[in-house]
């Protein structure tokens, strides 16, 4: 894909590159660039049938595809277009950005509906644009301008301290302007109707936070942070830390987890490789997807109890490391193929129980 290509995120329009260092770029002529998809990912590993023993449920695809939301879709709009070009009812993602937000998406796609819970947790990477001067009702450029100040005074090195201090573990007020719910009601509906709840701080994990460039009052930041973490309240803080007010003014989310943003597609290339018949190439496996679980192979009498849904005491439990809480695992077969997930107590004795089965047994 042509890196001269441009998006707009809220009111910004911000190029894209292959520059090494990655990120968003304002239009100020900050020249860190965040990488635009490519045409294709390397093929990935997917699980392949033992012909006459297992089969899978069904024969659609299965896995994730590393979607690239654009400026104005919403991440629902992504899953629709999804569903609707494959025929496929079981549609879902793994952590929503807001519609003026691009970059990665996971899209969940038919089983792969079923193992969310074990990818949300995913730590997320974020090339960001803070606005210095300026704050908005939504904490970012799609909101109404609340307040305005002049922060030519502020240097780099005071916006380096400022963001040095948020950096770790911390606590996070919810915006108003979030899916997050207050006694049921979201708050962007009470936001909407003029209302400001009550809300609770949550913790969250600022892991890394650097400044990328200054560009008069432009600030490019690279973010790396736990799930739940607002990069739009982050940027706000830091502005109201300098004492000038701030707001995001731009933002791509250039990874979750191991999925990077030069693995994405966009719509337009999932139609493409739909039509070319290449898109199954594109689909991460499931067993790829939950490769940090660690992996405990059964024999062909234990696959049988696994299918059924039964608990199972396979020799390679003995290995499995000492976990204070019940340990996910992956339970595949002699051929390598993956079965379900199963939980154990490493500290007990006890079985290995089955959670989610991937498969069935054939007669």
């Known amino acids: 894909m042509s890196s001269s ?4 995120v809220g009111r910004a329009a911000i190029g894209l590159c292959s520059c090494s260092k990655g990120c968003t770029r304002n239009p100020n002529g900050n020249r860190h660039l965040r990488r635009r998809a490519q045409e294709r990912i390397p093929q990935t590993h997917r699980n392949m049938n033992t012909a006459g023993t297992i089969i899978n449920r069904c024969d659609s695809l299965d ?3 590393i979607a690239y939301k654009e400026t104005g879709w919403t991440s629902h709009d992504v899953v629709a277009k999804v569903r609707k070009l494959l025929g496929e009812s079981k549609v879902g993602h793994a952590g929503t950005l807001d519609p003026g937000a691009t970059g990665v998406l996971p899209v969940l796609v038919g089983r792969a509906t079923r193992i969310a819970e074990y990818l949300v947790d995913w730590d997320k990477e974020y090339c960001a644009v803070l606005r210095l001067g300026e704050t908005t009702d939504t904490q970012d450029a799609s909101g109404q301008v609340l307040t305005t100040s002049d922060p030519s005074h502020v240097d780099g090195d005071a916006i380096r301290t400022a963001v040095a201090q ?6 996070q007020l919810p915006p108003m302007y979030s899916a997050v719910k207050v006694d049921g009601q979201p708050l ?3 936001a909407r109707a003029g209302k400001v709840l009550d809300r609770v701080e949550r913790s969250v994990t ?4 650097e400044v990328l460039a200054i560009h008069g009052r432009d600030v490019t930041l690279r973010i790396v942070c736990s799930k739940g973490t607002y990069v739009r309240t982050l940027c706000a803080d830091i502005g109201q830390f300098l004492g000038v007010g701030g707001h995001l003014y731009a933002l791509e989310r ?3 987890g191991p999925l990077q943003v030069d693995q994405a ?5 999932i139609e493409h490789h739909l039509m070319a018949g290449t898109l199954q190439n594109q689909v991460l496996s499931l067993d790829h997807l939950l490769s940090r679980l660690p992996a405990v192979v059964v024999n062909a009498e234990q696959a049988q109890r696994v299918v059924h849904g039964n608990p199972v005491f396979p020799a390679g439990m003995s290995q499995l490391p000492v976990s204070p809480h019940p340990l996910s695992v992956r339970l595949k077969n002699e051929a390598g193929q993956l079965l379900a997930i199963g939980t154990h ?3 007990s004795v006890g079985p290995i129980t089955i959670r989610k089965v991937f498969t069935v047994m054939t007669h």
């Open 166 to 171: 948020f950096r770790g573990a911390q606590r």
């Open 345 to 347: 107590d490493t500290r």
């Open 5 to 8: 290509k441009r998006i707009s």
């Open 63 to 65: 896995g994730v595809l």
């Open 254 to 256: 250039s990874r979750v």
């Open 265 to 269: 597609l966009t719509i337009g290339q």
């Open 206 to 209: 600022v892991h890394e936070l």
């Open 188 to 190: 962007y509906k009470a």
